[in-house]
């Protein structure tokens, strides 16, 4: 349980620490579990509607992105496989995500700021 990344292009730049700020492109997904080759159905992306700035590890998002954007360099592009419990657990996200989903989110690692 928790979250698996899978770098689909590496970054070189800095890893952001623990309250450190962050700059992130991103397209999430509700996985549909039967179709482990599919991504499922898209729920939100910030691609074309401007990045997402946000501090990172300390529970202002969903655990799988507090731990798995921690891992990542500037630059570096990554999926990031979100079990329901780092995700948005038994409550969902009320109109966009049923509870106990398991996600999945491409993520690009843009800006680290302290």
């Known amino acids: 349980m928790g979250v698996t990344k899978t770098v689909l292009s590496e970054g070189s730049g800095a890893t952001p620490k623990v309250g450190d700020t962050v700059t992130i492109e991103y397209t999430g997904f509700i996985k549909d579990t039967n179709k482990p080759d599919n991504k499922g159905s898209q729920f939100d992306s910030s691609v074309g ?52 989903s398991s996600l999945i989110f491409d993520v690009e690692l843009q800006k680290v700021a302290n």
């Open 49 to 100: 509607r401007g990045a997402f700035v946000v501090k990172i590890g300390v529970g202002k998002v969903i655990k799988g992105w507090d731990e798995g954007v921690t891992t990542m360099k500037v630059g570096e592009k990554a999926t990031l496989d979100i079990t329901p419990d780092y995700g948005y657990g038994d409550r969902g996200f009320p109109g966009a995500i049923p509870p106990n």
